[in-house]
């Protein structure tokens, strides 16, 4: 091949380089997702007394009355009805892990 002959070549192929560059940024523009929103988590669900009480009732039926109270008296309240709703999904926790030592 002559000198000229290689020059034309490597001409021809440096502009078919850049056209290549050009298609694959045109395509990696398009194919970039969309940004996703953000998925949220479902706000837990608001328990109320009935809940709590049906929980507190079984445990105390069980034979841990005695815990039941501790734990009512330990969210500062001598009843159940008299703790703040916004500990009844804490309390129900731990109503919930009284158990007989195994």
């Known amino acids: 091949m002559t000198k000229e002959a290689l ?12 056209t290549l560059m050009k298609i694959a940024e ?3 523009a398009k194919e ?5 929103p953000p998925k949220k988590e479902p706000a837990p669900k608001k ?4 809940e709590v009480r049906k929980v507190a009732a079984d445990k ?10 501790g734990l ?3 969210y500062g ?14 309390l129900l926790k731990e109503l919930e892990a009284i158990s007989h030592a195994g």
């Open 72 to 74: 009512i008296q330990k």
């Open 60 to 69: 105390s039926r069980q034979g841990f009355t005695d815990e039941v109270r």
């Open 7 to 18: 020059a034309s070549l490597a001409t021809e192929l440096e502009t078919c380089g850049k």
């Open 26 to 28: 045109a395509l990696g």
């Open 77 to 90: 309240a001598d009843r159940l009805s008299g703790i703040d709703a916004a500990q009844y999904c804490a």
């Open 47 to 50: 328990l109320t007394l009935e």
């Open 32 to 36: 970039e997702p969309a940004a996703e």
